[in-house]
């Protein structure tokens, strides 16, 4: 009989720590379910800025080419921005305390650059001086959204080794970005405003320190 009780008792005592292991992991699992969560949305929040961003330069060189397509396109920019920057994704990211974080931050600051770009955007037309040059800042933005979009949904590592490939491409396409800023001489407002929200897309300054030779 005591032996009966005394297996009995040890096999409770083992139920009951299984269950506080499954409980750890459980609390874990959501611990980890939550900053994957928050994580996510922001990325993904980010790419639809970085769309709505290569949307307004569609939309400025139909203005460019004198399309009457260009200011619609310009439109749905502009509601793809509020859409990503006023929706309940990004209440709860602030209500969960996510506000003051930097890369909050930063897509904050892309998001103001953005709106005020498509703004100035709307006065282009066929007669707009620079053509070229401006076209040429437009694909630079293009370019470097898309390499920092490619970098963003491969740092989710959900698909193995083509997330690497996802990030060297990413990378390439912010050194071409990078490049065609060199290659415009234009110095005004409208250049400026795209030559600082191509740099918040590369995340590299205007003007990288050099290096010494020891």
Not at 149 to 164: E, K, P, R
Not at 184 to 212: C, F, Q, W
């Amino acid at each position: 009989m005591k032996y009966t009780l005394w297996t009995f008792a040890c096999l409770s005592l083992m139920g009951l720590t299984g269950c506080d292991f499954d409980r750890q992991e459980q609390h874990e699992a959501r611990e980890q379910s939550g900053k994957m969560s928050h994580t996510m949305r922001m990325y993904h929040l980010h790419i639809l800025i970085n769309h709505a961003l290569q949307m307004s330069t569609q939309g400025g060189d139909m203005k460019l080419l004198g399309s009457r397509r260009g200011p619609a396109m310009l439109d749905k920019a502009e509601r793809l921005l509020q859409r990503a920057m006023s929706g309940p994704e990004m209440a709860a990211l602030h209500k969960q305390g996510h506000a003051n974080k930097a890369a909050m931050k930063m897509m904050h600051d892309l998001a103001g650059s953005t709106s005020e770009l498509t703004k100035q955007m709307r006065a282009l037309s066929k007669q707009t001086a620079n053509r070229d040059s401006l076209q040429m800042l437009h694909h630079a933005i293009e370019v470097a959204a898309t390499g920092s979009s490619l970098i963003m949904l491969s740092q989710q590592g959900m698909a193995g080794d083509i997330d690497l490939v996802m990030v060297n491409h990413g990378q390439t396409m912010l050194g071409e970005a990078s490049g065609l800023l060199h290659e415009v001489a234009n110095v005004d407002a409208y250049s400026e405003l795209v030559r600082k929200i191509v740099r918040m897309l590369i995340g590299i300054p205007e003007h990288p320190a050099k290096t010494t030779t020891q």
